[in-house]
């Protein structure tokens, strides 16, 4: 009975496959970011390289929440075959 109330994100990891690769993207980032913050000093290459990364990692995440809401205005509206974002 605990499988039947799955959360979004897991449904969405399982639904779309493009939707899986960004969030695994967007762990990668973290995970990069991660690395990055344990420097007891950064010089101005790291520094470029956590905007540039913070950056990709929110476009990944725009990019999530654009397909979140695309299905769920298919799931309310199944018959509506707009390509609007």
């Given at each position: 009975?605990?499988?039947?109330?799955?959360?979004?994100?897991?449904?969405?990891?399982?639904?779309?496959?493009?939707?899986?690769?960004?969030?695994?993207q967007?762990?990668?980032?973290?995970?990069?970011?991660?690395?990055?913050?344990?420097?007891?000093?950064?010089?101005?290459?790291d520094?470029?390289?956590?905007?540039?990364?913070?950056?990709?990692?929110?476009?990944?995440?725009?990019?999530?929440?654009?397909?979140?809401?695309?299905?769920?205005?298919?799931?309310?509206?199944?018959?509506?075959?707009?390509?609007?974002?």
């Amino acid at each position: 009975m605990a499988s039947a109330q799955r959360a979004p994100r897991d449904v969405l990891l399982q639904a779309d496959a493009e939707y899986r690769r960004l969030a695994e993207q967007h762990r990668q980032y973290d995970l990069e970011l991660q690395r990055i913050s344990k420097s007891p000093y950064l010089n101005a290459e790291d520094l470029l390289e956590e905007i540039r990364l913070k950056k990709k990692k929110l476009h990944c995440k725009d990019e999530m929440e654009r397909i979140a809401a695309r299905i769920l205005r298919e799931q309310r509206d199944p018959g509506n075959t707009s390509f609007a974002a």
